[in-house]
């Protein structure tokens, strides 16, 4: 799996655990709702600036998005 991937994978997680829908995240990070879209289907690489907006609304480090499944489990 490429970064790209576990980034999109990851995100849908995040965002999933937090109740919020794509719509919702987007305006609370200043971001579209199809480019959040095509992050989660993994269609864009994210810029680093959208990787923070989007981790702060989901209050996580920007790293936990872009971690591995071992790496994000050793960590609890």
Same mark, same amino acid.
């Given at each position: 799996?490429?970064?790209?991937?576990?980034?999109?994978?990851?995100? /849908?997680?995040?965002?999933? +655990?937090?109740?919020?829908?794509? @719509?919702?995240? %987007?305006?609370?990070?200043? $971001? #579209?709702?199809?480019?959040?879209?095509?992050?989660? /289907?993994?269609?864009?690489? +994210?810029?680093?600036?959208?990787? @923070?907006?989007? %981790?702060?609304?989901?209050? $996580? #480090?920007?790293?936990?998005?872009?971690?591995?499944?071992?790496?994000?489990?050793?960590?609890?």
């Amino acid at each position: 799996m490429d970064i790209r991937q576990r980034f999109a994978r990851n995100l /849908r997680a995040a965002r999933e +655990a937090k109740a919020l829908s794509q @719509e919702a995240l %987007a305006y609370e990070a200043g $971001l #579209d709702r199809t480019y959040i879209s095509s992050l989660e /289907r993994g269609r864009y690489y +994210a810029s680093l600036k959208a990787i @923070e907006k989007i %981790a702060k609304v989901l209050e $996580l #480090d920007p790293a936990d998005l872009l971690r591995k499944d071992d790496e994000g489990s050793r960590k609890q």
